[in-house]
């Protein structure tokens, strides 16, 4: 698998999968199984699918041709087995190579995508650094983001997590940017608190869901107490403030829920009367 666009954020056409779904005009609404995935996880508990779990271990101890184990996860929901997968598989002791060369069969030459959501989380079970550019080559892919992300937190050293993570989240502008600027969250490092202010809290979903992240991690306040802050931040910070306005009773924590809020519009009030942003208070992205 090879990209044809760069390092992304990737024009709408090239996150066509294989197995995208035909288009039905029937009236009704059908969500897309990535938006499924984001709404489920922030707002929906749902049941690990302990069944077919036992099932995919079984299928992997026994070797089983990969294009059978393709084809059963084809019919599951990976969002379902995902986290009590790896428990299962390290309960069973199998052979970290063993689950190592499935999952990356299932995410280099997985044709469903509930099946090379699965392989990547056995990268992320059992692979190391070496799988960075695979992982973030695939989590380019928006419905694919959530999953590239852990494994990439799993197979990462340590002082490389974070900017992979970084690096993935720059590449999307979706629900997959959502995932992975969550992981974000706490950061000290400065290129990543600037970039959460000015441009990483802006998504295709809702700015609701990543701006409370932003104003905290990204230290808004006192960023914008710079004397002479630059047009970017001033717009990003716009843009933020708004978002925990729109936020009160919404997806995430509002206004009331961020303690620097007064002291934060105070000072963007006064910035804004001495130059003009670059879109206004309002701006959604």
Known sequence: MSSLHGPGPWPPHAMDLPDEPPRQDDGKVHMPSVVMDGVRTHHFRFTPDLDTVREVVELLRERAPY????????EARALELCDELVRELAR????????????????????RREAVKIGIVLVGASGDERDRELLLLLGTLEEF???????????????????AVFELARRVTGWGRIHAVERLE??????????????????????EYLAPLAATTG???????????????????????????RGEGGPTTGISAYGEAVPALARYADLVTTRKPRSSVSTTS
């Open 219 to 245: 230290d808004l306040y006192s960023a914008l107490l710079d004397p002479e802050p630059d047009d970017a931040l001033v717009d990003g910070a716009g843009g933020i403030l708004a978002a925990l306005v």
């Open 92 to 111: 069973r002791e199998l052979s970290r190579r063993q689950v190592y060369e499935a999952g990356r069969w299932l995410a280099e030459y997985g044709t």
């Open 186 to 207: 706490g950061s000290d490092d400065p290129e990543v608190k600037a970039w959460l202010l000015r441009e990483g809290f802006r998504n295709r979903v809702m700015d």
């Open 67 to 74: 294009e059978r184990l393709h084809d059963r996860l084809a």
């Open 145 to 163: 983001t959530l999953y590239a992300v852990v494994a990439l937190l799993r197979t990462q050293p340590p002082r490389e997590r974070e900017r």
